[in-house]
């Protein structure tokens, strides 16, 4: 082979599209538990609870109200349960306390089955963050599919829970499993660091920049993909990510974009609303509100612009202990830092920078995320390039896609049905746009 013949295949291989299978291995995949561990305040032990019959750990002999005292020669201290770090066939060794007499139970971790959707081929791979962790990515297509497809990328929401199960799962599963089935477009999803079989530290110590520059790598490497038109790639934003969803499709160069759930304002107005929502929602008096509004409005000034945590704010303004039922450090399963990174965004220069077709989401009855955020949102776009931007309202729908039959009940999550008519619009809206 001469130089130029060498010269030539090492571009071909720099240049070739990159496929998933050969990442499939990359990344273990996590434990099937069967059983839920928490935090007993009172000994610092892990009880268990909602053991599944004749799982691994139940023929190894654990029961539903077993203390845990130690996995793995380490011991419980009340700190959280320290199962994030096993993957499928690991081995366990529990320390147990049961009616006052210590055992051990030994058993190996099943591994949880990989999404298997009707009429879609799902591939599981990995991107690496530039603090070297890898993160799981899940692609989509139908089944049979040929050549580049139009694809969405969706930027998931803030909690710590997995954009991916093998089961039907809440109404976001639910939705991202309906796109897949019936949209005729790949869906690439990435999952935060620290979720599911993601590397890296717990999710719940990552700041909003760790989870943003994990969706920056899975973009980049998005478009790298064979089958993957990337020129048809649209950012879907769900809840917390339908705010970031314009901020990386101007970054990006996307096709279009997708929100449902999401805020365009500051995180510092959403939160007065969000607290006013909550307080009328539990009856509270008129006049009292207006007292604790006014509370609010200091607590939220010292938290996300002076960025401090909570404890820092009650420290500095005791008389403002009441009003707060969450973490010391932090909010919602996230430290404190992640909420100063959020109220630093700024998405309505994001909005106002977009030219391309957008599609904005809001359940009639969803009380954590307003219409007004949404309806602000399209407004922006519209202002500058009008008819870009749709909003498509979803009857009784709360921000999980179920259907209740008042707001109220919403809030209290009675009676709830997931609907099917979000994933109705945005197919609609995908095929008439693209």
């Known amino acids: 082979m001469n130089d130029s013949t060498m010269h030539l295949l090492l571009a071909a291989l720099v240049l070739a599209p990159e496929t998933v299978r050969p990442e499939r291995a990359e990344l273990r995949r996590r ?35 077993d203390q845990v005292v130690e996995i793995n020669g380490r011991p419980a201290n009340g700190a959280p349960v320290p199962l994030r770090g096993y993957r499928g066939g690991d081995t366990l060794r529990f320390g147990i306390v049961r009616d006052g007499q210590a055992s051990t ?11 298997s959707l009707p009429g879609c081929e799902v591939s599981y791979g990995s991107v690496a963050t530039p603090g070297g962790d890898r993160v799981r990515t899940v692609l989509t297509r139908p089944a049979g599919a040929k050549g580049k497809l139009p694809t969405i990328v969706f930027l998931p929401w803030l909690s710590c829970d997995a954009v991916e ?11 991202l499993h309906g796109i897949a089935e019936r949209s005729g477009w790949a869906l690439y999803r990435v999952e935060k660091p620290g979720v599911g079989d993601s590397e890296g530290p717990p999710c719940s110590r990552n700041d909003l920049e760790t989870d943003l520059a994990a969706f920056r790598a899975a973009l980049a490497r998005v478009r790298r993909l064979e089958g993957v038109d990337s020129s048809r790639i649209v950012l879907f934003g769900g809840s917390i990510g339908g705010a970031l969803a314009p901020i990386l ?10 929100a449902v759930g999401g805020f365009s304002r500051t995180w510092y107005e959403h939160m007065l609303e969000i607290e006013r929502a909550r307080l009328t929602f539990e009856g509270t008096e008129p006049a009292e509100i207006d007292r604790a509004m006014k509370g609010y409005a200091t607590f939220y000034d010292l938290y996300l612009h002076e960025r401090l945590t909570p404890a820092e704010v009650l420290a500095r303004r005791p008389e403002l202990s009441a009003l707060w039922h969450d973490a010391r450090d932090g909010q919602y399963g996230r430290p404190a830092a992640y909420y100063h990174q959020v109220e630093a965004l700024n998405v309505e220069e994001a909005w106002s920078q977009l030219d391309v077709p957008v599609l904005v989401l809001h359940g009639e ?13 399209v407004a922006i776009v519209n202002a500058r390039h ?22 109220l009940d919403a809030y209290r999550e009675q009676g709830g049905k997931v609907s099917e008519e979000v994933v109705t619009r945005i197919v609609e809206w995908l095929h008439s746009r693209f």
Do not use: C, N
């Open 365 to 377: 009855y969803d009380w954590i995320m307003s219409r007004a955020e949404a309806e602000h949102a």
């Open 386 to 407: 009008p008819g870009r931007a749709t909003l498509a309202i979803l009857p009784r729908t709360d921000h999980h896609f179920s259907v209740y039959a008042s707001p």
């Open 165 to 175: 199960t093998p089961g039907p799962g809440d109404g976001w599963m639910q939705m």
């Open 249 to 258: 499709a101007a970054e990006t160069r996307s096709a279009g974009v997708i």
């Open 31 to 65: 434990a099937d538990w069967g059983f839920r561990l928490a935090v007993d305040t009172v000994s610092g032990a892990f009880e268990v609870s909602r053991l599944t019959p004749g799982s691994p750990a139940a023929r190894s002999g654990l029961k539903d109200g």
């Open 105 to 115: 139970v030994v058993f190996t971790a099943p591994t949880l089955a990989e999404e």
